[in-house]
């Protein structure tokens, strides 16, 4: 996507020296910053604290990351060489990055997909990880491209689309799911207006889609997380698009904690909710969605929240009662009952249809 005439993936890798940039997604919408992480443990560090975030964006630095862990482990000397020459210390390493890499952000099923596939070809080489991280980079955009393509059919002119959380091109390498539709429809001409749920406690909605549908000169608004419901029964949304973070092999979705009530209203009034996700989302592991870990995060993204002051200053401030806890799951299951369609890289596909596509 384009920033300001600039075109910018959210996170690439320099195969050379090893570093990952990535746009910082926690200073976004106030300002655009790359940041930079030099090896793994920084990686891990930005997937942890959401620098980089939204389940495509964590695949793509998780392959980054376990690409950097081959490079450091290899320590120069076992660069080029074959899987056999690695010494038992160098082969512990590995696995114990893939380890710690695999618990930064565990709903997410692309981070998996991305370890496993870059940690089988690191084996090989340091180099033949770091360009298993780089094609899976690459095959993250064409999916995400082709899911707009495909999804851009259900906008029509004067559509009116719910969308929940961030699911646009910052939570993926470009183009995003859930909204890679919307954009793909821009270019086409059409002509529709987006709610974009604020998406409560981290705001992705009201900072990061907002900044993004802002961005390619997309009408929209912003509306309280709790407005689904009036908004449908008014009949002011023609249909939903959300992402996902999981799908289990029944279609169950895990997705932003929010969304399951979003799809149940959506149910009550006959109105279409669709999820938009590549098949490196689904999980054929997994009968149905009870088996999904769900991410609890910190208190803290509850009881507080920060932003820029009147003279652009960082701030924290609490904002509910002192003394008091919060319970802070990342994200809930939406049963696929709730769910329409899928907007995948291969085609709209139905929930009792998705297992037809295992390998
Ligand atoms: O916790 P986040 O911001 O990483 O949440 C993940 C998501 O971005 C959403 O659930 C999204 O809809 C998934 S697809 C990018």
Same mark, same amino acid.
């Given at each position: 996507m384009y920033i300001a005439g600039k075109h910018y993936r959210t996170i690439w890798m320099d195969?050379? &020296?090893?570093i990952i940039s990535m746009i910082d997604q926690n200073a976004l919408p106030f300002s655009f910053e790359i940041f930079e992480a030099k090896n793994y443990k920084e990686t891990c560090h930005a997937i942890i604290k959401m620098i980089t975030r939204g389940a495509g964006a964590i695949g793509a630095a998780a392959g980054f990351a376990m690409a950097q862990a081959f490079y450091e482990g290899a320590r120069g000397e076992g660069r080029g060489t074959n899987y056999e020459k690695y010494t038992k210390e160098q082969l512990e390493f590995f696995v114990s990055s893939r380890n710690e890499i695999e618990a930064?952000?565990? &709903?997410?099923r692309n981070l998996f997909y991305a370890t496993e596939r870059v940690y089988t070809a690191g084996l090989k080489s340091p180099e033949a990880a770091v360009n298993e991280a780089q094609k899976l980079a690459d095959e993250n955009i064409a999916d995400a491209k082709r899911i707009g393509e495909l999804g851009s059919s259900l906008i029509t002119n004067g559509s009116r689309i719910l969308t929940h959380c961030n699911a646009g091109w910052l939570g993926f390498v470009d183009y995003g799911s859930a909204l890679a539709p919307m954009y793909i429809a821009k270019e086409q001409g059409k002509e529709f207006f987006v709610y974009a749920d604020e998406t409560r406690p981290r705001n992705q909605g009201a900072r990061l889609t907002a900044w993004e549908l802002q961005n390619e000169g997309i009408p929209h608004k912003i509306v309280p997380d709790n407005a689904g419901a009036h908004l449908m029964s008014r009949g002011m949304v023609d249909f939903v698009i959300v992402g996902a973070d999981r799908i289990a092999a029944n279609g169950d979705t895990a997705n932003k904690i929010g969304t399951f009530e979003k799809a149940i209203v959506a149910k009550e009034f006959g109105i279409p909710f669709y999820v938009a996700a590549?098949?490196?989302?689904?999980?054929?592991?997994?009968?149905?969605?009870?088996q999904i870990p769900i991410e609890e995060r910190s208190e803290d993204e509850v009881l507080t929240y920060s932003g820029p002051d009147s003279e652009g200053i960082l701030r924290t401030i609490r904002?509910?009662?002192?003394?008091s806890h919060a319970l802070n799951p990342a994200f809930d299951v939406t049963p696929?009952?709730?769910?329409?369609g899928f907007i995948t890289e291969k085609g709209i596909i139905k929930s009792n249809e998705l297992s037809r596509f295992i390998l």
């Amino acid at each position: 996507m384009y920033i300001a005439g600039k075109h910018y993936r959210t996170i690439w890798m320099d195969s050379e &020296t090893g570093i990952i940039s990535m746009i910082d997604q926690n200073a976004l919408p106030f300002s655009f910053e790359i940041f930079e992480a030099k090896n793994y443990k920084e990686t891990c560090h930005a997937i942890i604290k959401m620098i980089t975030r939204g389940a495509g964006a964590i695949g793509a630095a998780a392959g980054f990351a376990m690409a950097q862990a081959f490079y450091e482990g290899a320590r120069g000397e076992g660069r080029g060489t074959n899987y056999e020459k690695y010494t038992k210390e160098q082969l512990e390493f590995f696995v114990s990055s893939r380890n710690e890499i695999e618990a930064t952000r565990p &709903t997410a099923r692309n981070l998996f997909y991305a370890t496993e596939r870059v940690y089988t070809a690191g084996l090989k080489s340091p180099e033949a990880a770091v360009n298993e991280a780089q094609k899976l980079a690459d095959e993250n955009i064409a999916d995400a491209k082709r899911i707009g393509e495909l999804g851009s059919s259900l906008i029509t002119n004067g559509s009116r689309i719910l969308t929940h959380c961030n699911a646009g091109w910052l939570g993926f390498v470009d183009y995003g799911s859930a909204l890679a539709p919307m954009y793909i429809a821009k270019e086409q001409g059409k002509e529709f207006f987006v709610y974009a749920d604020e998406t409560r406690p981290r705001n992705q909605g009201a900072r990061l889609t907002a900044w993004e549908l802002q961005n390619e000169g997309i009408p929209h608004k912003i509306v309280p997380d709790n407005a689904g419901a009036h908004l449908m029964s008014r009949g002011m949304v023609d249909f939903v698009i959300v992402g996902a973070d999981r799908i289990a092999a029944n279609g169950d979705t895990a997705n932003k904690i929010g969304t399951f009530e979003k799809a149940i209203v959506a149910k009550e009034f006959g109105i279409p909710f669709y999820v938009a996700a590549p098949f490196s989302t689904i999980d054929f592991s997994l009968m149905d969605g009870t088996q999904i870990p769900i991410e609890e995060r910190s208190e803290d993204e509850v009881l507080t929240y920060s932003g820029p002051d009147s003279e652009g200053i960082l701030r924290t401030i609490r904002m509910a009662s002192p003394g008091s806890h919060a319970l802070n799951p990342a994200f809930d299951v939406t049963p696929a009952k709730y769910i329409t369609g899928f907007i995948t890289e291969k085609g709209i596909i139905k929930s009792n249809e998705l297992s037809r596509f295992i390998l």
